[in-house]
């Protein structure tokens, strides 16, 4: 095995069978066969990027090109980085065991912001210089993409090019064009240059200079001569062309989701106005139920997975979702593949079809109506009234189901003490409503769980601002007063943890020079409770003259240049503006389907029609 050469630090790690690769279905590859080696880095643990669906469909996108390879590395978990920097073995992929120095490209994904310092700290345990401008070209290109490249800035100055988008057909010609340029001998501000003016979705930071104003906003961000102002997102026009990895890797140890994951369709038609993915990944386009089915059974004969997800928002949506259960329920009951079909909305219809769906019968439901009353709903837009609330908890209860999931939030802009007990009061009417007939033996557990919201770009609340940390414990506690029996399950989120996350999320350039400081001072694994030290960070934060707050808790104007308005996600500032005003006047916009309400996004690609 290619990874032997580490035996010496596999035999003292909690768990080796992170570092091993060679799974069941791993892409080998001759190496005399390859000219540009690639290797795909998943700033977090083995188990949960192994559970990517993203990381899958790029890594196969790439690994179909003939002559490139591209391989895999994770964050190594606290106790191989410790024996790792002990032996001064370098951070390696998993295929070749071959450190990342030896690779033309390395690409990460970053799925949340607390993954910034896992990062920094694989770049570290890599040997690779932190910023672009100190790595010549003896050192791999550095690439980005994901969820957290919608506002790339905190991580702007580490990163040679930004892959914003959809990126299956987008890395592909990046690659493509890495190799023309390598054999022409170009160099690497060449590549990035060539590759920002002549491929779509492409962001390279080193050509955008930034200035600020004394207030620690943004004055100006100029982009160098020939480079494009805005960078637009790719998208995939038709999901049903596109490829779609069918032969998977399978790990040798349990991962977080260790199945198939069949994506069904891409975008939101709802308009939730915290909710970033709703907003970003639009428009909504699906892929046909018989490329969905015959995918699926691709997937099974190749892996042999027993169980079956969906992988979509929310698979209410999807308009032909009867067809397609009943098409995979034609295989999987005979091959005992269990299907579960993930949804927070609640309607009749899905109860209905998760009848049908014997798998998931009578197992705990999730619904996130996120807040306690209407009016707070109908700020953030969640088109749902109490009674259709209450109806859904009903047909669950009555379909035999005792224990129901309840996920909530709290410092949504305009908030108050009535909306926190409102949850409460909303979560005993579900209570009540399953004791208000007779369910002899049967006892109802609802579990509600409550995050901090965190304002996120290309929303309509990227404005806002984050409650304070007191402030949003202080609401934590009232609920918890407010709760008055043991049938309800209360959890919530560590404030601080939010109030981090949110620093990044509004953050800007500023913010690179405390991702050093924090791997300097050894933090990383920022989600992992058993990792996180807030104290740390607020050293961190004033060893580098930044005040978290500017970032968290400043509310900023509608004129004011956001640090990420380089980027056009497709979705309009003029809308956002719009939907956050409907907000502080408590109207509601329709779904997409109800009305199309302009907001922008069937512009990408061409002018198409949108939302079916
Ligand atoms: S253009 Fe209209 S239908 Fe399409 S995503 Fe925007 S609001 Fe929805």
Redesign the pocket.
């Known amino acids: 095995m290619k990874t032997d050469r580490y035996s010496y630090l596999l035999s003292r790690v909690e768990k080796p069978g992170r570092y091993t690769g060679n799974e069941y279905g791993e892409t080998q590859k001759d190496l005399s066969t390859v000219d540009t080696r690639m290797c795909f880095c998943f700033p977090d643990t083995y188990e949960i990027g192994m559970s990517n669906l993203g990381m899958k469909i790029l890594m196969g996108a790439v690994n179909h090109l003939d002559g490139v390879w591209c391989e895999k590395a994770f964050a190594p978990w606290v106790d191989m980085e410790a024996l790792m920097r002990e032996t001064g073995t370098k951070l390696f992929s998993l295929e070749t065991g071959d450190p990342l120095t030896d690779f033309d490209i390395v690409a990460f994904t970053l799925q949340y912001e607390l993954c910034y310092t896992n990062m920094v700290n694989m770049l570290s345990l890599a040997g690779i210089p932190f910023y672009a401008k100190d790595r010549g070209e003896e050192y791999p290109l550095i690439i980005a993409g994901g969820p957290c490249s919608y506002n790339p800035e905190p991580v702007a100055d580490f990163v040679d090019v930004f892959s914003i988008g959809e990126g299956e057909e987008a890395i592909p010609e990046l690659v493509e064009l890495y190799r023309k340029c390598k054999k022409e001998g170009l160099s690497k501000k060449e590549f990035l240059f060539k590759a920002a003016t002549t491929l779509e979705g492409f962001y390279v930071p080193s050509l955008y200079t930034v200035e600020y104003k004394e207030d620690g906003t943004i004055a100006s961000f100029t982009p160098d001569e020939g480079v494009p102002a805005k960078i637009q997102k790719r998208i995939i026009k038709d999901l049903d062309k596109v490829y779609y990895p069918t032969d998977a890797e399978v790990p040798y140890i349990e991962t977080v989701h260790d199945r198939i994951v069949m994506e069904i369709f891409r ?1 939101c ?1 709802r ?1 939730c106005r915290f909710c970033q993915a709703g907003m970003v990944y ?3 386009r699906e892929k046909t139920p018989d490329v969905i089915n015959a995918c699926a059974r691709e997937c099974f004969d190749k892996t042999g997975y027993s169980e079956m997800s969906l992988s979509c928002l929310s698979v209410s949506d999807y308009t032909r979702l009867p067809e397609l259960i009943d098409k995979l329920l034609s295989w999987t009951d005979e091959k005992k593949v269990s299907l579960s079909l993930p949804s927070q909305r609640i309607d009749a219809f899905y109860e209905e079809l998760m009848e049908k769906v014997m798998s998931v019968r009578k197992s705990g439901m999730t619904f996130a109506p996120e807040a306690g009353t209407q009016r707070l709903r109908d700020v953030i837009n969640k088109n749902i009234t109490e009674e259709e609330i209450l109806s859904a908890c009903r047909k669950a209860f009555d379909g035999g189901r005792n224990s129901l999931k309840l996920y909530f939030m709290n410092g949504l802009p305009t908030e108050t003490d009535e909306d926190i007990v409102g949850i409460a009061n909303l979560s005993q009417s579900i209570v009540d409503e399953f004791y208000s007939v007779k369910r002899p033996g049967r006892k109802v557990e609802v579990g509600i769980s409550v995050s901090c919201f965190v304002p996120k770009a290309f929303t309509p609340f990227q404005w806002e601002k984050q409650d304070t940390m007191e402030e949003l414990r202080r609401k934590q506690m009232l609920l918890r007063d407010n709760i008055k029996t043991r049938k309800i399950r209360y959890s919530w989120h560590e404030a601080k943890v939010s109030h981090l996350e949110a620093v990044f999320a509004k953050g800007n350039r500023t913010l690179s020079k405390a991702l050093v400081e924090a791997n300097r001072q050894g933090q990383r694994f920022d989600g992992w409770d058993e990792c996180f030290d807030y104290e740390k960070w607020c050293g961190i934060f004033e060893a580098v003259g930044i005040d978290p707050a500017f970032f968290a808790n400043r509310k900023m104007s509608f004129d004011e240049i956001l640090p990420w308005d380089h980027i056009d996600c497709g ?1 309009t500032k003029e ?1 956002l503006i719009r939907e956050c005003k409907k907000a502080y006047a408590e109207s509601t916009t329709p779904d ?1 389907r109800t009305q ?7 512009k990408l690609g061409g002018e198409r029609k ?2 079916r």
Request: net charge positive.
């Open positions: 975008g038609i308009g639009r428009p909504y979705v809308f997409c199309c309400s302009a907001c922008g996004a069937n949108c939302c």
